[in-house]
């Protein structure tokens, strides 16, 4: 585990190139967003208070969503500043190890993986799709037509829950974002957990250079 580093930044540092201000402002944004969202599905992870430990999976799954449509936001960025020669410029003035993250992130930003991330950020989490949500329903209801689903309500958040919206989503990011059409069992989960360490690992490789990059340019 790495050591923490705080230092100090001045906003007129953060200025002084004007042609980068505006990508230096919204790597910082990302870097918070991303953080908040990895430490929330951390902390869901971990928690053993009964209510909470009945919706752990449910909960971690929308953090997950959370954490890479930030991440996917971040690495649009990412893309800009590979077309922009001045922009691209300015990552080959860091040092060696945010070069690499950098580079790094623009083979992500041109593989398909890019597709995945799309279809969380705009199908899965931030938008109701009208289409995705319906047929993940329309196969539950045909696999499962009998099955009786809980629905509870109450005075604090945590008691609103429709559980038959857990399976839908579970159903949305299994077999139609990630393509996962097998069954339930070992191999499915086996994919699952290795598209997970995936995602996560570009999201530490974002941070990194976003991080780096913003503290060379505001000191």
Not at 187 to 212: C, G, M, N, W, Y
């Amino acid at each position: 585990m790495g050591r923490n580093r705080t230092s100090l930044m001045k906003s007129t540092n953060v200025s002084a190139r004007p042609e980068l201000t505006a990508t230096l402002v919204r790597l910082m944004l990302s870097v918070n967003d991303i953080a908040l969202a990895a430490d929330a599905n951390d902390q869901w992870a971990e928690t053993g208070e009964r209510k909470r430990a009945a919706m752990r999976n449910a909960a971690r799954g929308y953090f997950v969503r959370v954490l890479l449509s930030h991440v996917y936001e971040g690495l649009l960025i990412a893309e800009e500043i590979s077309r922009s020669a001045n922009l691209r410029s300015a990552v080959d003035e860091c040092d060696k190890q945010t070069i690499s993250a950098f580079g790094f992130l623009e083979d992500v930003v041109k593989s398909r993986e890019m597709k995945v991330f799309h279809a969380l950020r705009n199908r899965a989490t931030f938008h109701y799709d009208r289409q995705l949500p319906l047929l993940s329903f329309e196969e539950i209801a045909e696999k499962q037509p009998e099955r009786q689903w809980s629905c509870s309500a109450g005075s604090e958040p945590l008691d609103w829950r429709f559980e038959l919206a857990d399976a839908v989503v579970d159903r949305m990011m299994i077999r139609e974002v990630f393509r996962l059409r097998g069954p339930r069992g070992p191999e499915r989960t086996a994919k699952t957990e290795e598209l997970a360490l995936r995602l996560q690992d570009i999201s530490h490789r974002f941070t990194e250079f976003a991080f780096h990059f913003v503290r060379h340019f505001s000191r």
